[in-house]
């Protein structure tokens, strides 16, 4: 098993800039990669970025790219996404997940933290 606790969501003025943090614990050392997703009221769950483990290897949806950013700490087992020139159209609920291998989908989720971003 894989826990991931995320944290860092908020409310912040359109233009401004958050960071937020998953930590990983358990079986981490059987992780391939990480995933932030996010979930807008009445939306479906959409991918947002991605990073491998080794690697560092990243991919970033279309409506963030340049401005959101992926990182990781192998030592902290902890992932991070910068989120700058923030929209109010990336209001959400932000998740992090668990991809177990290359072959396999992300089965381990995060409960989410609220982002909202007024106008």
């Known amino acids: 098993q894989v826990q991931l606790v995320e944290s860092g969501g908020g409310l912040v003025q359109a233009g401004g800039s958050l960071r937020l943090s998953c930590v990983t614990s358990?079986?981490?050392?059987?992780?391939?990669?990480m995933g932030w997703f996010r979930q807008a009221p009445g939306k479906e769950r959409e991918f947002v970025a991605s990073?491998?483990?080794?690697?560092?290897?990243?991919a970033y949806a279309d409506s963030v790219k340049g401005r959101f950013t992926i990182s990781r700490d192998n030592a902290k087992n902890t992932v991070y996404l910068q989120m700058n020139s923030l929209k109010p159209e990336d209001t959400a609920v932000y998740y992090c997940?668990?991809?177990?291998?290359?072959?396999?989908?992300?089965?381990?989720w995060g409960q989410g933290t609220q982002v909202t971003v007024s106008s």
């Open positions: 990073i491998t483990w080794s690697g560092g290897i990243t």
């Open positions: 358990g079986r981490t050392f059987s992780s391939y990669a």
């Open positions: 997940a668990s991809r177990p291998g290359i072959d396999r989908g992300y089965a381990y």
